[in-house]
C-alpha cells in the first residue's frame, strides 16, 4: 500500500527567518528612536510648549547658550544646514535634519561642529547656495519677492561682507544713496554674486554692459568710474 504523502507545516528555518525579520523591525524602530533621543530632548528645551515649535525667543536662547549673538551668520548657516524654510522658526523635523547632517546631537557637539560648518558654508559649490538661501529665507510674508533696501545692505555685510569687503562695501555704499531702487528681488541679488566673482574690480576691465547684467549692476558701474 501506497503511504500517504504528509502535509509539511512550515519548516522551523521558515518561522525562525520570520521572527528574525520582524525582530530586526522592532530593532530597526527603536535604534531610530533612540538616535533622535537626545536631539529631541534638546530640541524640546527652546521649543515653545504650546505650539511646540522653536520661535524667535527660543532661538535666542540657543545663542546665548551657544555663546554667540542671534545676528551672527553661523545662525544663519545653521538655518541653512536645517533647510530650515521660515525666519526665526525651527521645526522638529528641520532639526534633527541639520543635527543629524552636522552628526552632533548634544549643545556641546554643536558648539565644536559650528567652525566646520563655516567651511563648510565657504566652499565654491555650497556657498552660492547658502547666498541664494539667504534671500530665500528673508521672504518672510506670503508671496514676497523683494526685499527692502536696508536689509538688503545688512544682509550683503552678513552673507558675503568677508569674502569680497571691498565690493560690498562700495556696492552698499551706492545701495544707500542712490534713489532708483527701493527693492532688490533674487535676480539681482544673484546677478551681484556673479559680478563679484568675474568683474576684475576697482576697475571694471572687464565689465561688458551689453551683457545680461542686471540694470543695477550698470549703474553702479557708472557710479563707481564717475567717483
Not at 555650497?126 to 538688503?152: G, P, R
Not at 565689465?207 to 549703474?219: H, K, S, T
Amino acid at each position: 500500500m501506497r503511504r500517504t504523502p504528509t502535509k509539511k507545516g512550515p519548516s522551523n528555518s521558515t518561522s525562525s527567518s520570520n521572527s528574525s525579520a520582524i525582530d530586526q523591525f522592532r530593532s530597526g524602530g527603536r535604534t531610530a528612536t533612540k538616535e533622535f533621543e537626545f536631539i529631541d530632548q534638546l530640541y524640546h528645551s527652546y521649543a515653545k510648549n504650546s505650539s511646540g515649535i522653536i520661535d524667535p525667543e527660543g532661538i535666542e536662547h540657543l545663542c546665548s547658550d551657544l555663546e554667540i549673538d542671534h545676528t551672527d551668520v553661523r545662525i544663519l548657516m545653521l538655518a541653512w544646514k536645517m533647510q530650515s524654510e521660515k525666519q526665526g522658526y525651527f521645526t522638529l523635523e528641520e532639526w534633527r535634519r541639520g543635527f543629524k547632517a552636522l552628526r552632533v546631537d548634544t549643545l556641546n557637539k554643536l558648539k565644536k561642529a559650528l567652525p566646520d560648518l563655516e567651511k563648510e558654508v565657504q566652499r565654491p559649490s555650497n556657498h552660492v547656495n547658502f547666498y541664494s538661501y539667504a534671500f530665500q529665507y528673508c521672504l518672510t510674508e506670503e508671496k514676497q519677492k523683494t526685499i527692502d533696501i536696508e536689509s538688503i545692505c545688512q544682509l550683503l555685510e552678513l552673507v558675503l561682507g568677508s569674502v569680497f569687503p571691498r565690493q560690498v562695501d562700495s556696492f552698499v555704499q551706492y545701495l544707500r544713496i542712490q534713489s532708483d531702487y527701493k527693492v532688490i528681488n533674487m535676480d539681482q541679488w544673484m546677478g551681484f554674486y556673479r559680478f563679484c566673482n568675474e568683474i576684475s574690480f576697482p576697475d571694471f576691465g572687464n565689465y561688458d554692459a551689453e551683457l545680461a547684467w542686471p540694470l543695477i549692476l550698470d549703474n553702479f558701474v557708472e557710479w563707481m568710474r564717475s567717483k
